[in-house]
């Protein structure tokens, strides 16, 4: 992968990565020590990142996984948004911390977000390891943000194109733009 030519500049390193993670897993310890989180990660994106955070916290947290699929092209959501893997815990009285990779519009979160507070948890919260500045189009709060970037389209630490980079240590500049 060192040699691909499409792969831009870093954008966040991994040792920054690594650095904010432990930062983001202190707060969230401290601001859940009287209620265990249950933490839900969105499939595939997060993984990586929800794999770090949730060594990061130090309580006695659960987790749980969805996969959601946009009705749009592969990177312009409509806002609807297709439930493909739900989860299997459920959240009836619950604190639950949604684990994202990057809220671009905030199209495909705010949808997620509606739809999880039907199921009455007795809280819901957010955290992403990316936003892109500037870009949302959908109105609501994400509590625990891991680096705000420029709107450029990014790759690795579990973000993809068509299922590769995935696995870059890095966040990286993906040189071909936004995929169609
Ligand atoms: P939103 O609904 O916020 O516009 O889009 C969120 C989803 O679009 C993310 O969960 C991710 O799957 C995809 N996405 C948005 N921006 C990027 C990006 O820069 N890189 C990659 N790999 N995916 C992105």
Do not use: W
Request: aromatic fraction near 8%.
């Amino acid at each position: 992968m060192a040699n691909d030519p499409l792969l831009g500049p870093v954008v966040v390193s991994a040792d920054e990565i690594a650095a904010r993670v432990v930062e983001l897993g202190a707060e969230i310890s401290k601001d859940y020590a009287e209620r265990p989180p249950l933490l839900v990660g969105v499939l595939k994106g997060a993984f990586v990142f929800l794999a770090d955070l949730a060594r990061a916290i130090s309580l006695p947290a659960e987790l749980d996984f969805m996969a959601v699929a946009s009705y749009g092209t592969a990177t312009k959501t409509s806002g609807v948004v297709r439930i493909v893997k739900d989860l299997d815990i459920d959240l009836t009285g619950r604190h639950v911390i949604v684990i994202e990779d990057i809220v671009d519009s905030g199209l495909t979160l705010s949808y997620l977000r509606k739809s999880l507070l039907a199921r009455g948890p007795e809280s819901l919260s957010i955290c992403t390891l990316l936003k892109k500045t500037g870009q949302q189009r959908a109105d609501f709060d994400v509590e625990y943000v891991g680096f705000e970037i420029d709107p450029e389209f990014v790759i690795g630490y579990g973000l993809d194109v068509a299922e590769r980079y995935r696995n870059l240590p890095d966040l990286r500049v993906y040189l071909a733009g936004e995929p169609e």
